[in-house]
């Protein structure tokens, strides 16, 4: 199936620490004209009010407002993106919880996230999980191993420590760039992100 830039991206917010890093991923996605269908967990939103000063319902009326944003709760199964038919450029999930890995890993699709994820790997589109648990269990490496051999990208929110001045901040955006450019949305990082080397 062929995409336009004007075909969708899916975003799933999981209840794993990170939610700046789903919130700077929205917006990266919207700010470079990209539509983006999401959705989250209630475990996000708890997840979300702790850590953030923006409420989940401010975040979702300000992405409303740019008229590339559709929102759908995880409890809506009959959404467009639980079905192949709907063209989409792919999925990031961010953060992804442990429990949605191993969820995703196993083909247990019991919510809008999971499904989307599987519809994502049947019909062979990108895949980004960008998983948040630390440290990593023999049980979350096989489950992660196993999303890898089928052409998922574990993307790990790691610090690009050779930055100089780095701040939660700038990890933040960087990780947002990673996902764009996972997704094969932007061919390479933004030259403010790039290693120049010695």
Known sequence: MTTSPGTPVVVG???????????ATVDALLDSGTPVIASASSASRLVWEH??????GAALERWTDTGLFTYHPPTQLNASIASGSLATRGMAIVPCSM????????????????????????????LVLVPRETPLSAI??????SLARLGVTILPPEPPFYLRELTVDRIVDYIAHRVIVALGLADAMPETFRYDGP
């Open 13 to 23: 917010i999981t209840g794993a620490s990170g939610a700046e890093l789903a919130r």
């Open 140 to 145: 979350h490496l096989e489950n992660l191993t």
């Open 51 to 56: 850590e953030l000063d923006e409420s989940f």
């Open 99 to 126: 429990a949605t890995a191993a969820a995703v890993a196993h083909g247990f699709a019991d919510n809008l996230i999971r499904r989307a994820a599987d519809v994502c790997i049947k019909e062979k589109r990108p």
